[in-house]
């Protein structure tokens, strides 16, 4: 007879099979393991993480080099780019500028979403369609230094405004949210890293919120290292 457990699912560290009674959860981004509760995760964790290892490298492997959803150029540990202030470099300008525009968006959002805040020159404050709040925004992060990409220029400001001005996803004129965001770039850590991005440019996060134990938290995930249940 076919043993009755072998489609369902096994804690990885006491063997415990998924059931009514027995809960099991992955942890951090791990996709091959099950445990049923930490302390086994924990018992398990020394064999675990370089089979975990292995397989985050051969996912990030078979991705590299295939275009994101909504980007040109896919860049590695973009979590480990904030913490250098490099998250927005290496990148091509239609990237910069996209990316650019959405800081600022989604940063205009959760102003007005969490802090009940309008900015004047924001399309919620009333202007049409926000382009001198952004140039605004965009002058706010030229001042930090080495923020931008080395090549930023004057220049580099009017083609960013321009694309803004254009009809589509750029579009100043138009509001976005974290469901928008997170829809158009098939990945739901990027409201986080625009947010960050955003943290960075403004001094601190969304409703006064800190992002740095967040920011160090996905540090840890990129490296493979455990992080919360």
């Known amino acids: 007879m076919a043993d009755a457990n072998l489609n369902y699912n096994k804690c990885g560290a006491c063997g415990k ?3 009514a009674d027995v809960n099991l959860k992955r942890y951090a981004k791990c996709q091959s393991t099950f445990y049923c509760c930490r302390d086994c995760q924990k018992k398990d964790w020394k064999t675990h993480k370089k089979i975990c290892a292995r397989n985050a490298a051969s996912r990030m ?3 590299s ?7 040109q150029v896919a860049v590695e540990k ?3 780019r904030l913490n250098a202030k490099t998250w927005i470099h290496d990148r091509p300008k239609e990237d910069v500028y996209k990316l650019l525009i959405d800081t600022y968006r ?4 959760d102003n007005y979403k969490f802090e009940g805040n309008a900015d004047m020159d924001s399309i919620y404050g009333g202007a049409q369609d926000g382009r001198q709040g952004f140039e605004r925004f965009l002058r706010l992060a ?3 230094p080495h923020l931008l990409p ?3 220029e004057q220049k580099s400001v009017t083609e960013c405004v321009a694309v803004g001005a254009m009809s589509g996803w750029s579009d ?3 509001a976005i949210g974290k469901s928008d965001v997170i829809e158009h770039y098939g990945n739901s850590d990027m409201p986080m890293q625009l947010r960050m991005f955003g943290e960075q440019i403004y001094g601190y996060g969304p409703g006064g919120h800190d992002g740095a134990a967040m920011l160090r938290a996905q540090m840890m995930i990129e490296n493979g290292k455990m992080v919360g249940i």
């Open 150 to 152: 080395p090549w930023w």
């Open 61 to 63: 492997a078979s991705s």
């Open 78 to 80: 973009p979590f480990h």
């Open 65 to 71: 080099g295939a275009s994101p959803k909504g980007l």
């Open 106 to 109: 989604l940063r205009m959002e």
């Open 172 to 174: 100043l004129r138009c």
């Open 142 to 144: 030229n001042s930090r």
């Open 17 to 19: 099979v998924e059931g």
